[in-house]
């Protein structure tokens, strides 16, 4: 899997599963906004992922798109796509043509084998605390209760009437800071059942690296 989707699938971790221990009012807004989730269909976005990198002033800008079921996901990048069905996955490279086929270990409780579970452990390990309520959303920031931990902090701004994910940001110690802003969040989509499956033929070329 390609760096970049590494780190946006760690960005939708932290924002479905997080959620603090000490600020009630924060706490309430969190457990609305992933009992939306969990009640829906499924959880669609289209977002713009900004990097900053304060250590050499740097920036890169992607768009994508990501649909979330269950134990079902996928995920579109520029230049990869990721298909994750509950059982098997694949990453294609559009620039390579290559397809990588890889099998989910039971035993694994992370996002890439049971996505899920980000659900069910949104109440553990943070802190949280509501910095501000606008006229239209809610500033939440959320901070780990492992101080080794390379996050310093997650901001989450989240809608008043809807409980949609309108930005996110996520600052690390070293001086990275991933922001994702979403464009749309919908949760009525209602996946086709090869929604989260390769369809080889429609990638005929793809060269095929069987890992299972």
């Not at 390379?150 to 001086?175: A, M, P, T």
């Amino acid at each position: 899997m390609r760096p970049i989707a590494i780190i946006l699938i760690s960005l939708l971790l932290f924002t479905l599963n997080a959620a603090g221990q000490n600020d009630q009012e924060a706490i309430k807004i969190l457990d609305k906004f992933a009992d939306n989730a969990l009640k829906a269909p499924s959880v669609s976005m289209k977002f713009k992922l900004i990097t900053t990198n304060q250590t050499d002033n740097s920036n890169d800008t992607l768009e994508g798109s990501v649909i979330l079921s269950k134990d079902k996901y996928k995920l579109d990048l520029p230049d990869n796509t990721i298909w994750f069905n509950g059982e098997t996955s694949w990453s294609y490279l559009y620039a390579e043509k290559e397809v990588t086929i890889t099998k989910a270990d039971k035993k694994d409780n992370t996002f890439q084998s049971r996505p899920s579970m980000i659900f069910s452990m949104y109440k553990k390990g943070y802190k949280s605390r509501l910095i501000e309520e606008k006229s239209d959303s809610y500033i939440i920031d959320l901070y780990p209760e492992d101080i080794k931990s390379e996050l310093l902090r997650v901001r989450l701004s989240i809608g008043k009437s809807l409980f949609n994910l309108i930005s996110l940001e996520y600052k690390r110690r070293d001086g990275v800071i991933n922001t994702l802003h979403v464009n749309e969040y919908d949760l009525k989509v209602k996946p086709e059942a090869d929604t989260f499956i390769f369809q080889s033929g429609k990638f005929k070329d793809a060269e095929v690296i069987d890992m299972r």
